[in-house]
T-cell receptor
Framework: RKEVEQDPGPFNVPEGATVAFNCTYS??????FFWYRQDCRKEPKLLMS???SGNEDGRFTAQLNRASQYISLLIRDSKLSDSATYLC???????????FGAGTRLFVKA | EAQVTQNPRYLITVTGKKLTVTCSQN?????MSWYRQDPGLGLRQIYY???????DKGDVPEGYKVSRKEKRNFPLILESPSPNQTSLYFC????????????FGDGTRLSIL
């Protein structure tokens, strides 16, 4: 079993839709959590950190459930430009090692 | 401009021929890391470095070496490349420990024949 698991998708949604991604992690000692975005053949870029209390950045909302060991990302009012692969990222306790999920592919269509 | 620079961007080479992928950052970051990305597997950490002369293995270190003689540079060395090391490689840096965001280089696509 992978340490960080994501539904690979693809998710195909129309513009304006709301879409949610989940990610589960197996190491209960995991310390910090993030969502990255990666465009095709490009480098990953931080989308947002994920805090226990939940956090929002414009159309994006991230949630963390430590008891169930999952992280979620909600995208509201999807734009064409949101089409990308979304990577769930977990730092192990101590913070030195970083584990990436394999990513969830999103296609937003007009 | 703050950046992480990797070279080369693309390389096709043959089994057993030693190669080095360079990585340099201009942000005075302490933490640097190398990843490889393969279809269906995502990014996997090869090695990381907490500071000058301090390095440690990630999850897939076999067949790779690194060094951190200066803060800005973190080269990845393949002493005897093999076809299973064909992959897309990313170097990343961040301010300290594994503080986010990690800034990534543009990637190096290696093909080992």
């Amino acid at each position: 079993r992978k340490e960080v698991e994501q539904d690979p998708g693809p998710f195909n949604v129309p513009e304006g839709a709301t879409v949610a991604f989940n990610c589960t992690y197996s190491n209960s000692a995991s310390q910090s959590f993030f969502w990255y975005r990666q465009d095709c053949r490009k480098e990953p870029k931080l989308l947002m950190s994920v805090y226990s209390s939940g956090n929002e950045d414009g159309r994006f909302t991230a949630q963390l459930n430590r008891a169930s060991q999952y992280i979620s990302l909600l995208i509201r009012d999807s734009k064409l430009s949101d089409s990308a692969t979304y990577l769930c990222v977990v730092n192990r306790a101590g913070g030195f090692k970083t584990i990436f999920g394999a990513g969830t592919r999103l296609f937003v269509k007009a | 401009e703050a950046q992480v620079t990797q070279n080369p961007r693309y390389l096709i080479t043959v089994t057993g021929k030693k190669l080095t992928v360079t990585c340099s950052q201009n942000m005075n970051h302490e933490y640097m890391s190398w990843y490889r990305q393969d279809p269906g597997l995502g990014l996997r950490q090869i090695y990381y470095s907490m500071n000058v002369e301090v390095t440690d293995k990630g999850d897939v270190p076999e067949g790779y070496k690194v060094s951190r003689k200066e803060k800005r540079n973190f080269p990845l060395i393949l002493e005897s490349p093999s076809p299973n090391q064909t992959s897309l490689y990313f170097c990343a840096s961040s301010l300290s420990l594994a503080a986010q965001p990690q800034h990534f280089g543009d990637g190096t696509r290696l093909s080992i024949l």
